[in-house]
């Protein structure tokens, strides 16, 4: 049983990490060899596990006591049960973080280093921006130049406690497991269904009053409905 639990741990890892990209849904994508490597040791593994006691059983049944009459049926039943959620991760990979992770995360965002100071933005209306970009510049940046700029954000749709929505991303630095959740609150733009990916254009709303953990707000003057990126993550 355990020869078959490495076998198909380690061929749920290649499925997800050699065929397609959904592994990006959990890493980073330089993560990739790792995670082909760690699939073909864990199912080698499992290979010589299954190896090495397919040689002890011929041993193991010439010193067996056939005289015994125990029940050894709800065994084999409760073992193949543990297989489920292996052949689950086999057949179907889990979805990306989404709007439930970031309705339950902060949106405190850290101040950069001052001494690397903030470069000009670039030129373009509407400008493409991170988001994790826009809500530091909104935060942290003293120029403000994101006032009167139209910008182009890109995320998936948090409903807001209370009314209203958050286009938002997720940022790694290895793996879901460490994600931030950056956020910037839409106004003047209807709800799509949380979790759908938009492109938002519009106007930074400053904030004088606000700090760090306070949500940038961005009057949209246009919103289209996309496609989940592969990477859905910053």
Request: glycine share 8%; charged share 15%; aromatic share 6%.
């Amino acid at each position: 049983m355990q020869a078959i639990l490495l076998v198909l741990l380690g061929s749920a890892v290649l499925r997800i990490s050699l065929f397609g990209d959904s592994y990006l849904r959990y890493v980073r994508a330089q993560s990739r060899p790792y995670l082909i490597a760690a699939g073909v040791v864990v199912v080698a593994l499992g290979v010589l596990t299954a190896l090495a006691s397919l040689r002890r059983r011929p041993d193991a049944e010439e010193q067996h006591d056939h005289g015994h009459s125990h029940n050894h049926a709800h065994g084999p039943r409760i073992a193949w049960l543990m297989l489920l959620p292996a052949v689950a991760v086999l057949l179907v990979a889990p979805p990306a973080l989404g709007s439930y992770t970031a309705q339950h995360a902060g949106n405190t965002v850290a101040k950069p280093d001052s001494a690397a100071g903030f470069p000009p933005l670039p030129a373009g209306d509407p400008l493409p921006l991170p988001l994790a970009e826009f809500d530091v510049r909104a935060a942290w940046d003293p120029a403000k130049p994101l006032a009167g700029r139209r910008v182009r954000l890109l995320g998936f749709v948090t409903p807001k406690a209370g009314g209203g929505w958050f286009v938002t991303r997720l940022v790694i630095s290895c793996c879901a497991a460490d994600a931030m959740t950056y956020k910037a609150e839409v106004r003047g733009a209807p709800m799509p269904p949380a979790n759908s990916w938009v492109s938002v254009t519009g106007t930074w709303q400053p904030d004088p009053s606000a700090g760090a953990d306070a949500v940038p707000a961005l009057n949209a003057a246009q919103l289209v409905t996309v496609p989940q990126p592969s990477d859905p993550y910053e």
